[in-house]
Structure formats: C-alpha cells, structure tokens
C-alpha cells in the first residue's frame, strides 16, 4: 500500500512540474530523494539540490540561446586558443577582459593585426565569454553591418535596424578596413558606433593601422572623428604580422611529406 501511494505521489509531483514549468526539477525530484535519504541530508538541503539541477538548465538554454543569437561564424573559445603559437600576444590581459569589466564600462577592444593571427578567434573567444555572462551579443563583419543598413535605407527602415543593434550589450565588428566603404557606408558605421560610446561597447578586428584608415574611409574628416570615438579609453591589442595560421599548414604539409 505504501509503495502505490509513493508511486502515485511521484506521479502527480511530476504532472505538476509540468503544468508549472519545471521540467528539470520533475525530471530529477526522485533520484536526489534517494540520494539525500542515502546521504541523510534535511529536506532544505534535498530543495535547494533539486532547485539547483533547475536553475542550471535554465542557465545552460540561456547561454545556448545567447551564442544562437550573437551570428558567431564559429563556435570558438578562449581555452581553444594556442597563446604558445602567438608569444607576442598579452595573454593575462586578454583573459582579464573575458571577465566583461571592460563590457561594463564600455570601453572598446581593438585588435589589429595581419590575417591569421588570431584577432577573430580572440573576438569571438571573448563574444563567447559574454555569452556566457548571459549578455546580449552580435557578431557582423563590418561590410555585413554596412549592407544592413544601407537596404534598410532603400525600405526607409534605418531607424528601426539601428535601434535593433543598440540593444545588444556587446558587438562584434569583424574585418573593418578589409573593404572600402563608400560615404554612405562610412557614415552609417559611424552612426552605430558613435551612438554607443559611453553606453554600450564593442570589439573591432582590423588588418589596418590606423594611420591607414584613410585609404578606407575615404571622407577625412569623417574618419579622424570615427577613429576619436574606437580609440577613445580602448584596449588596443596588436596580434602581429606573423600568421600562425599558414605556419601551422606548413607544418601539416612538412608532416605528410615526411
């Protein structure tokens, strides 16, 4: 008799996690039952086990659905990245902004440097870190932005489109500088930008010094002032000329022959 009337309380404890939306805490009420009868823990902490197995879930579809909607080309991380292959790169530094601090104060991180070398795997390891602080993040090559809001001109839609991308907490521009932009490109990626100074910040990876921005921006004036607002309290981090990428298919290649 006792065994039915548990099975029947499991039963409607489980039928009403699913009527209230916790699917995790009816999935595993009945094995940390077990285990806390095992263990002889009280029944405050059996709640705050069976709470907890909840808030992980939800915190593991946050983050999922976070990294869904940053665009990133590719998932990839800051613990993937072989910092032993780019000696020249501030590695403590760089883990320290995968904290976010930067984030909160809005301050830029720019990383310059020649292609690979890294600057958009170190992008997307620190957009993927925001991710994981449940920030609101986006991802865009810069000529991507550019070709966004340009057809939203065409539709007389700008306002909503910039508005959309002002509320992202984080935003990664990628390639700036590896295509020139026309006036009406240049001006609109300044809008973005400039509109977020001081309240939202972003990454920029760019193969440009920026005594070279000129030949991509072609209104000087235009320009000095888009430069004022990126370098303004930025943290500019150089990843080089050397490309560990193609020195890493040499590598292979030297394998294969061997």
Request: aromatic share 6%; charged share 30%.
């Amino acid at each position: 008799m006792k065994h039915s009337t548990q099975n029947l309380q499991v039963a409607a404890i489980g039928q009403l996690c699913k009527e209230i939306h916790i699917p995790m805490v009816g999935a595993h009420f009945a094995s940390l039952a077990d285990e806390a009868r095992l263990k002889e823990h009280d029944h405050l902490s059996y709640l705050e086990a069976v709470l907890q197995v909840e808030r992980d879930e939800r915190d593991r579809h946050a983050v999922e659905n976070r990294l869904r909607d940053a665009h990133l080309p590719r998932l990839k991380t800051l613990e993937d990245f072989d910092f032993a292959q780019a000696p020249q790169l501030p590695a403590a530094r760089i883990r320290d902004l995968a904290e976010g601090g930067y984030i909160e104060r809005s301050e830029p991180v720019v990383l310059i440097g020649e292609c690979g070398t890294g600057k958009t795997h170190l992008a997307t390891g620190l957009a993927v870190a925001a991710c994981r602080q449940r920030r609101r993040v986006r991802f865009a090559t810069a000529s991507a932005l550019v070709n966004e809001l340009v057809e939203a001109k065409q539709n007389n839609s700008v306002k909503r489109v910039l508005a959309k991308w002002m509320r992202y907490d984080l935003i990664v521009l990628d390639e700036v500088g590896y295509v020139p932009l026309a006036d009406i490109g240049a001006e609109f990626l300044f809008q973005v930008i400039a509109e977020r100074a001081e309240l939202a910040t972003f990454i920029i990876t760019t193969n440009l010094p920026f005594s070279e921005w000129t030949t991509v921006f072609p209104n000087p004036r235009l320009c000095k002032a888009l430069l004022d607002r990126i370098t303004d309290r930025a943290h500019i981090i150089e990843t080089g000329s050397d490309s560990f990428r193609f020195k890493r298919s040499m590598e292979r290649r030297a394998k294969k022959r061997a």
